[in-house]
């Protein structure tokens, strides 16, 4: 899968934009702040439906504008296709589809896979445990609706026991109409993750020993509670100590994944250099198995992939990336124009078909390559 060309109006700091894009490297050069990063986000939002950044949507429109459109052509599985965005504050978002509108946003997710590397991944080991829990939802909604249906249903349930509990209702039956509904999605919520962590665990190991030049040991697992008597009798029974605190304190929106280095937390005994590392490994792990469920390569962003690494790492990520045949479209961006003549030195079949673009306050000017 490739897009061949972007359209934007009023997205972010970018008035207009309109961008031809090469089907292997595309190269966004700039200095921090100008509009590179966005370009990504525009991506993003066109596979996601949302930000990377998790901001509001109204947020996504030009200052001192009313509205915002995106517009991305792609070839996809032997065929052309377009979505397209509208976005006004205050009012609902509408997506489209070779020109027809979703009824569900849900129906759009996994059918156009991207997956983004950005400073912002540091939130996924600094952060705290929804970063991860969204981390890998996102990769299991992609390849399946019957999981992101799940989760839908679950967060719908959770939100309706957690505003009994506020209010300190004692409608019995209505706490375990929503308690039994959380068990039946909980249930395959928690399997899933289970079994696609430790597939992703295996391919993960393999490029973090990869870039690290197997020079420390990085693992991580999945941590959650195994409800004996299941979730919804758990749930009841817990129900009082709930109402004190007045939110659901335990269930699969409580699990996490936990992230270590040489057997110690990540977090805390790790450089910025290995926490790159591991980031970038978890990264290569999410395309891989994208690509394996989707049957297609997602698009790859890498923003200011280079940030924090010593020399080693870097070439050694650089190989990753040229390997020929693993990855699809790449998108990259940097503040050196060296580093990005350097990647695409490194990948072969790119250096007669790679496309570069200077940046600056939202413009976006094609440079020879």
Sequence with gaps: MIVKSLYLNNFKNIEHAQLEFSPKINCLLGDNGMGKSNLLDALYFLSYCKSFTGANDGLMVRRGEDYAS????????????EISAGLRPGSRKVFKRSGKAYQRLAEHIGAFPLVLLS????????????ERRRFIDRIISQSD????????????????????????SSDDGLYEALELQLEMSGLYIALRRDAVIAQLRDIFKRYYSKISDSAELADFEYSHTDYAEGLAAHLRHNRRRDLALKHTSSGPHRD???????GMPLRRTASQGQTKTFTTALRFAQYELLREALGVKPLLLLDDIFDKLDAGRVRRIMDIVGASGSFGQIFITDTNRKHLDEIVADIPEAAENYRLWHVERGVFTPIEA
């Excluded at 995106?70 to 296709?81: C, M």
């Excluded at 996490?256 to 040489?262: E, K």
């Design 145 to 168: 609706s019957r999981y992101l249906d799940s989760l839908i249903r679950y967060n719908s349930a959770l939100e309706q026991r957690n505003r009994l509990l506020r209010d300190e």
């Design 119 to 130: 400073p912002a991944d540091i939130e996924l080991t600094t952060g705290d445990s929804s």
């Design 256 to 262: 996490d994944i936990v992230f270590t280095s040489d």
């Design 70 to 81: 995106l517009r991305g052509n792609y070839f996809r599985r032997g065929l052309d296709e």
